[in-house]
């Protein structure tokens, strides 16, 4: 599967932003999908991911509350809707396609989307 992830930009704190993730191949609907993000200096980490059917959906702690993950399995897109956006929450983040049983594992990645937040 191929994934291309889109709509980050350069926004106030407090504002939003909605990511996609566009996937070809025929195995989107059958694999969950994590976002990730990697700000400058730091490890890329795991923000949120859902399961193939949409059931099951984790989110770091730190954006709960603020972020929500969906999917359209018709569209083979993902999304990722940010509101009440930090300063911290600058960096860029990755779509990913991967398994997830007891643990979400990513297996293939999209390009990164730049996200900026302005205090």
Request: proline fraction near 3%; charged fraction near 15%.
């Amino acid at each position: 599967v191929q994934l291309q992830a889109s709509g980050g930009g350069l926004v106030q704190a407090g504002g939003s932003l909605r990511l996609s993730c566009a996937a070809s191949g025929s195995t989107f609907s059958i694999s969950a999908i994590g976002w990730y993000r990697q700000a400058p200096g730091k490890q890329r980490e795991l923000v949120a991911f859902i399961s193939s059917g949409g059931w099951t959906k984790y989110y770091a702690d730190d954006v709960k509350g603020r972020f929500s993950i969906s999917r359209d399995n018709v569209k083979n897109t993902a999304y990722l809707q940010m509101n009440s956006l930090k300063p911290e929450d600058t960096a860029i983040y990755y779509c990913s396609a991967g398994a997830y049983s007891m643990e979400y594992v990513p297996g293939y990645w999209g390009q990164g989307t730049q996200v900026t937040v302005s205090s």
